[in-house]
Structures are given as C-alpha cells and as structure tokens.
C-alpha cells in the first residue's frame, strides 16, 4: 500500500505564492517520478509539473512554465511545487502523483494520487 501526503495549500491574492509539499511512503521498491496535476470545477485534470527521480529531470506545462518549480526534498520521496506569480486561473484542486515500481527489474509501472489541494487564488 502506498500513501501520499499532501500540504500546502489555500488562498493567496493574485501575484502571490504558494508551496505545495508531497511525502510518499509505501510499498514502492522504485519511484519513476513524481509529479503534480490540477483540475479546476467543470475541467479535466491537467498536467503541471513532473520530475524524474533518477537524473532529476523536470517538466511542466506551458501555463506555468517561469512561474512554478518543481523539486525534491532532502527527505527521500518526498516532493514541492514552489508557485509563484499566482493568477486566478490557477485555482483548482492540486494532485500529487507518484509513478513506482514495486519490484527490481519490473516493467510495469504503478500510478497513485494524493487526495488533492484546493489552491484559490482570488483578491
């Protein structure tokens, strides 16, 4: 079994900054990557940001490309997304996402989310 902790969020004024944090634990023999995801009321969830854990890769979506960081913590298995510049599109609920094997040598890789974030950003 494996669980995601999530924190971090709330409301903050336009141009404002949040921290998202997300600490995995479980039954993971070797985590891919780590990511966050948003879904904001009446949308599809959308991709925000991604970081390979091996070289430490990141990814994020054009929306958020200069404004968010994602990076790992010291503590293993764990996850931030610094936003900065905040605008209210975007407000929505953030999800942790963790991609892992459960195995040495497995092919199959296993997805989990966290229980997600409300991020408001509103004056």
């Known amino acids: 079994q494996v669980q995601l902790v999530e924190s971090g969020g709330g409301l903050v004024q336009p141009g404002g900054s949040l921290r998202l944090s997300c600490a995995a634990s479980?039954?993971?023999?070797?985590?891919?990557?780590m990511g966050w995801y948003r879904q904001a009321p009446g949308k599809e969830r959308e991709f925000v940001a991604a970081i390979s854990w091996s070289g430490g890769n990141t990814y994020y979506a054009d929306s958020v490309k200069g404004r968010f960081t994602i990076s790992r913590g010291n503590a293993k298995s764990t996850v931030y997304l610094q936003m900065n510049s905040l605008k209210p599109e975007d407000t929505a609920v953030y999800y942790c996402?963790?991609?892992?094997?459960?195995?040495?040598?497995?092919?199959?890789?296993?997805?989990?989310w966290g229980q997600g974030n409300q991020v408001t950003v509103s004056s």
């Open positions: 479980g039954n993971m023999f070797s985590i891919n990557a």
């Open positions: 996402n963790v991609k892992y094997t459960t195995y040495f040598g497995s092919a199959h890789e296993n997805d989990y």
